[in-house]
Structures are given as structure tokens and as C-alpha cells.
């Protein structure tokens, strides 16, 4: 625990975000930087994650969403594809095992079906296995878009009324949110992107609907533990409003 902020005791609990979704870019570009290759830059990343993830168990964070690949990033070169699917399998083989003993359940979000055999079992292996855990929900975003996940929960929800299991005229917010990913745990509080872009590219859409925007310059790689917990800081210091006048939240 000797690496925490030294503010971190003085989080306010209350002012801590309690879902934090991460938009972990810069990778490849990074992996150039080095004057090494893309991969280079996501093998890199990998070692970000694992520090981030034990930052959250430290800050006891509910629920933290890790964009790893996109409904988009399909179309680039083959051999990237394939490399981040190699490297999604082989994180989920060795890292099982740390996750169960650190209480991490994991859920992983996206359109599965395109995964390979291989790629699915262990996925179901390693949800099971967790399953239980309390510690943090860790969800690994997957073949996810915002879109996609919005589409899914709405033709869910006309299967349901097709089948009078819900009468479509009392339809409310809530009744698709239940059909949405995540829908079981608090909406994203805070949403941080790395790399200096400035947008969400079909990240959790509907579920960071009110999340504050936290832009860092740097890219993934290079992202620390210390980054993190700024990022955490910066979002005590935001009123948030949700819609109402910032002498309402006040008073
Ligand atoms: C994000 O980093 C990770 C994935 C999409 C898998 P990038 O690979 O997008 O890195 P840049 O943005 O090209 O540098
Ligand atoms: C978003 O990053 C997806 C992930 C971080 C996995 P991208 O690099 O794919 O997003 P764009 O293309 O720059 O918007
Ligand atoms: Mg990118």
C-alpha cells in the first residue's frame, strides 16, 4: 500500500467515483514513438492495465470498464487483429488465478459470437470462476460498441413485447437500461481517455450518460498509477449537476 497518493486517505468517500471506464488509446502510436512496431505499444499497454486494476482495488472502486476492442477496430490489419486477440486469450489464461485471489470478478461486454472456440470457453471459464468475487467488478469490453449495445437491449426488448412478457406502451428509461450491459451496476461516474483524443468512439454510450470527461495527453503505456489517482482527484473537484442549478447541489 506504500505507492498510494498520499491524499488518498483524504478521499472523500462520498466524492469518489464509484464506475470508472477507461478508453485506454496510444498504443500503437506509442510502440512507434519507441522506434519499435505497434505491438510493441499494446504489449505495453497490457502492463498499464494490471497497475490500473490494482489502483482500484486500492481506492475501492465499484466498477472499472477497460475498452479493449472495439465493434470497429475489425477492419484494421489483420495481423493486428489477430495479435490482440492472442494477447486478450493469453491475459485471461495467466491472470485467472490473481483474480480470484484478489476478489476481481470479471464480466467481460460485447458481441461475443465473432470470438474463436478457444476464446469463448476460457471467457465462460474465467466468469464462472469469479463469478462470486466482491472486490471489484472488472468488465473488459470486447468486440463492444455503444451502439451495438443499445441495439441489442432494444430488440430485446421488442422480443419481450412480442411475446406480451411487457406492455410496450409503459415502456420506461429503466426497462431498457435492464436489457443494457453493466445494467446491474452504477452508471459510469467517470470516463478517462488517454492519448490526447478528444472523443468517445462507441464506448458505453448510454451507461456514461452523466460520466465526466477526463482527457489525458498521455498515451496508455505510459499512463501510471500516480495518473490514475489524479484523474480520481480531479473528479472530486467537479460539481455535478444533472440538469438541476449548482445552487440546488448547494443548498
Ligand atoms: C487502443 O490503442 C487499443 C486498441 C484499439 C486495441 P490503439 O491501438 O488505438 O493505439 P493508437 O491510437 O493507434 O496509438
Ligand atoms: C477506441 O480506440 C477503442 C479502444 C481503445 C479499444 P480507437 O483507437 O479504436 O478509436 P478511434 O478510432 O481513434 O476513434
Ligand atoms: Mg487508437
Same mark, same amino acid.
Given at each position: 500500500m506504500s505507492d498510494l497518493p498520499n491524499s488518498h486517505s483524504s478521499f472523500v468517500k462520498e466524492a469518489q467515483p464509484k464506475h470508472i471506464a477507461v478508453i485506454m488509446d496510444g498504443n500503437g502510436r506509442w510502440g512507434i514513438e519507441q522506434k519499435n512496431s505497434r505491438i510493441h505499444g499494446l504489449k505495453a499497454?497490457?502492463? +498499464?492495465?494490471?497497475?490500473?486494476? +490494482?489502483? &482500484?482495488r486500492k481506492v475501492e472502486l465499484d466498477s472499472l470498464t477497460l475498452f479493449a476492442f472495439s465493434t470497429e477496430n475489425w477492419s484494421r490489419p489483420q495481423k493486428e487483429v489477430d495479435f490482440i486477440m492472442k494477447l486478450l486469450l493469453k491475459a485471461l489464461e495467466k491472470e485467472s488465478a490473481k483474480m480470484? &485471489?484478489?476478489d476481481i470478478k470479471l464480466t467481460v461486454i460485447g458481441d461475443k459470437s465473432r470470438f474463436s472456440r478457444v476464446m469463448q470457453k476460457k471467457i465462460q471459464e474465467v466468469e464462472e470462476l469469479t463469478q462470486h468475487c466482491k472486490g471489484l467488478n472488472l468488465n473488459l469490453a470486447i468486440n463492444y460498441g455503444g451502439r451495438w449495445d443499445i441495439l441489442e437491449a432494444a430488440k430485446q426488448l421488442a422480443r419481450d413485447a412480442l411475446e406480451n412478457k411487457i406492455d410496450i406502451a409503459g415502456v420506461e428509461e429503466n426497462d431498457l437500461n435492464a436489457r443494457m450491459s453493466l445494467a446491474e451496476q452504477a452508471p459510469v461516474d467517470l470516463m478517462i481517455r488517454t492519448s490526447g483524443e478528444y472523443r468517445i468512439s462507441n464506448f458505453v454510450l448510454w451507461q456514461a450518460a452523466y460520466a465526466e470527461l477526463y482527457f489525458s495527453d498521455l498515451c496508455w503505456p505510459e499512463f501510471s498509477e500516480q495518473d490514475f489517482y489524479a484523474a480520481i482527484e480531479w473528479f472530486s473537484t467537479r460539481q455535478r449537476r444533472f440538469g438541476l442549478t449548482g445552487e440546488q447541489i448547494v443548498s
Open positions: 499497454g497490457f502492463e +498499464t492495465v494490471k497497475k490500473v486494476i +490494482t489502483a &482500484s480470484m &485471489s484478489n
